[in-house]
Each structure stands twice: as structure tokens, then as C-alpha cells.
């Protein structure tokens, strides 16, 4: 056996080794075979787990379960998401999507690893970290003619609402996170924004903030305003259109007006 440097560290380990010993005594390997290693410098950088998936991945294959549990590993090592992308030629992006994968339930994690769901399917279930809810969902649909990963992500997130919702617009994604509101997101499809994950926080605000608009409006002098997330069935029986005659300008409106439709015109113009 060939020396080493002190300084140095081999990556076949333990593991490798017995494998060796019994493919020797299975006589399916002579005691003499040359058997490849990696020696680094013992201040190397890279990780033995980085060897053993790259010459994994070269070799045969890997499961996609196994690549994703092999980033989880990485990282818990240290590792940050740009430096596994960097090791395996990947962005950033594919390994934040990996490791959201890796993050499903386990018992899902197990389904997949069976093929007992398609990798669409477990991607659907990302959308939401709760793993009960996720496998209350899965309980539902595993046996339903309806498995498509919609479905799925329609059943995650039914509870939620919309970032794109007008009302979500309204009040602001970025007031309901500083309200102490959590969001779901999908990374790996169009969300338009995600989902708010707290309808009792999001009401509230929405709620409130369409007091201080209505106060804010009632100062103009309106006799009336009533506040209301929904309008009832109804709520337009009686009412009716008034039409008024335009008050005419002011001096000041009128020099306003003219030379706005003359700006007007020579935009139209050029």
C-alpha cells in the first residue's frame, strides 16, 4: 500500500472498505486490484460527500430522492446553496428546489421513492411545509381518480389567499409580512406572488384599513359610508344613478384646462 502525505486524507472509508473485503472474499475481486481513491489535502474545502455524489452521479444514475438528500446533506455540513450549485454545475434556483423536495413528509418521501407518486406529484406538495396537512391531502387523493398535481396544490392551499387577490393588493403583501403574516410559495411553477397563509391576520388588516380609507373619504363630506369585506345579495335593490350638471371652472381651472388640452393636442400631434 502506497504512503500518504500527513497532511492528507483518503475518502474510500469504512463503509468502502468492508464492501472491498467482502467482494474479495466472495473471490469477486483479487487482493492485488487497483482500487481507485481520492486523496485531498486534509484543509480541503470540499466535503467527502462532494467525491462520493459526484462519482456517484458519474457512475450510474442516482435516484432523485438520493440527490436530494445528498444537497440536505450538504448542506447541514455547511455548505450554502450557491457552493452545492457551484460543485455540481446546477444554479442556485435547482438547489433550493431540491432541498424544498427533500423537505416533504418523510412517509411521501418513501411513496416517492416506490414510485408510488410521480415527481410532478411531489413537487405539488412543496407548496405547503405542513406535514400533516400534506399527508391528510395525500390520504384523500391517493385512492381518487383525480391525482393531478392542480388538485393537489388546490387542496394545500385552499385555506389561503391569493397574493394576486384584489384585496391582498389592497392592503399590501409586504404590510402583512411586517403584520407578522407568513406566506406559502411555490418554487417551482408561476404563484403571482403566493399565497397569505393567515385569513384572520389578512381580514383584519384588510378591515381596518378600509376604516381609515372611509374616514379619510367621509371627510369630503359624504352623509353616509358603510364598511364591508363582502356586499349581501341585494345590495344595489332600490338604488339609482343621479346625474348632476358640471359645476363650470374657475378662472384658474379654465388657464388649467387650456393649457393641458394644448399639450394634449401636441403629443397628438407629434
Not at 40 to 52: H, Q, Y
Not at 216 to 236: H, N
Request: negative net charge; aromatic residues 8%; hydrophobic residues 45%.
Amino acid at each position: 500500500m502506497a504512503a500518504r502525505p500527513a497532511n492528507s486524507r483518503s475518502r474510500l472509508g469504512a463503509a468502502g472498505s468492508q464492501a472491498l473485503s467482502l467482494l474479495v472474499k466472495q473471490k469477486r475481486l483479487a487482493k492485488t486490484t487497483p482500487i481507485p481513491c481520492i486523496v485531498r489535502d486534509a484543509t480541503s474545502d470540499i466535503l467527502a460527500e462532494d467525491d462520493s455524489l459526484a462519482e456517484n452521479m458519474q457512475r450510474v444514475a442516482l435516484h432523485p430522492l438520493d440527490q436530494f438528500r445528498a444537497f440536505v446533506s450538504l448542506r447541514d455540513k455547511g455548505q450554502t446553496d450557491a457552493e452545492i450549485a457551484a460543485a455540481f454545475f446546477v444554479t442556485p434556483q435547482i438547489v433550493k428546489q431540491r432541498l424544498k423536495l427533500a423537505s416533504v413528509a418523510p412517509a411521501l418521501l418513501e411513496i416517492y421513492a416506490e414510485d408510488g407518486m410521480t415527481l410532478e406529484q411531489l413537487m405539488a406538495f412543496t407548496v405547503n411545509p405542513d406535514h400533516d396537512r400534506q399527508m391528510q391531502v395525500w390520504d384523500v387523493i391517493h385512492s381518487s381518480w383525480n391525482k393531478e398535481p392542480f388538485q393537489i396544490r388546490r387542496m394545500l392551499t385552499e385555506t389561503s389567499v391569493r397574493a394576486s387577490d384584489r384585496r391582498a393588493v389592497f392592503v399590501g403583501v409586504e404590510d402583512y409580512e411586517a403584520a407578522g403574516g407568513t406566506m406559502l410559495h411555490d418554487l417551482f411553477q408561476g404563484d403571482d406572488g403566493g399565497w397569505l397563509e393567515d385569513p384572520a391576520l389578512f381580514d383584519r388588516l384588510v378591515t381596518e384599513k378600509l376604516k381609515a380609507e372611509a374616514e379619510t373619504v367621509a371627510a369630503e363630506g359624504w352623509k353616509w359610508i358603510e364598511v364591508a369585506l363582502d356586499l349581501p345579495y341585494g345590495y344595489s335593490q332600490g338604488l339609482r344613478s343621479l346625474s348632476g350638471d358640471p359645476a363650470p371652472m374657475t378662472d384658474d381651472e379654465g388657464a388649467a384646462h387650456a393649457k393641458l388640452l394644448a399639450e394634449y393636442r401636441a403629443l397628438e400631434e407629434e
